[in-house]
């Protein structure tokens, strides 16, 4: 693709990053608003969508879009948000982020465009739990 293609997982981690230096004051709401911008971006890329990156000797595809992928995708990140406005009450700002980072790396199974990204998101959301 010639435009700039974000994968919808990045925007998650981003804000699993991102939370814990915001006030608490505005906390529950951008928790919110995270997994809203994936599925607008879910919604928003065409079939077909590819992004890869060049680590060493191996191409990573790192978003990989079509049908299938796209409803799963659509279902994560709408569980996403709104299981944020469910737990709008929540002020713990790790329970906060590894919601994220757990949404993201379902995001990140789900366009996965081969075997190595698949290992790194999956193993992504069997750690985060731990946290």
Request: proline share 5%; glycine share 10%; hydrophobic share 55%.
């Given at each position: 693709m010639s435009e700039l293609t974000i994968p919808p997982a990045f925007i998650m981690l981003a804000g699993a990053l991102l939370?814990?230096?915001?006030?608490?004051?505005?906390?529950?709401?951008?928790?919110?608003?995270?997994?809203?911008a994936s599925l607008i971006l879910i919604l928003s890329l065409p079939d077909g969508a590819v992004l890869t990156a060049k680590v060493m000797n191996y191409e990573l595809t790192l978003l990989k879009m079509d049908a299938l992928s796209r409803i799963f995708g659509i279902i994560f990140a709408f569980i996403a948000t709104a299981g944020g406005i469910y737990a709008f009450h929540i002020k713990?700002?790790?329970?906060?982020?590894?919601?994220?980072?757990?949404?993201?790396?379902?995001?990140?199974?789900?366009?996965?465009?081969?075997?190595?990204?698949?290992?790194?998101?999956?193993?992504?959301?069997?750690?985060?739990p731990l946290t």
């Open positions: 939370l814990p230096f915001l006030p608490k004051i505005i906390r529950s709401t951008t928790f919110i608003l995270f997994p809203l713990e700002t790790g329970q906060q982020c590894a919601a994220l980072l757990y949404a993201g790396g379902a995001l990140g199974v789900t366009f996965a465009g081969d075997l190595f990204t698949l290992f790194i998101y999956w193993e992504m959301m069997a750690v985060v």
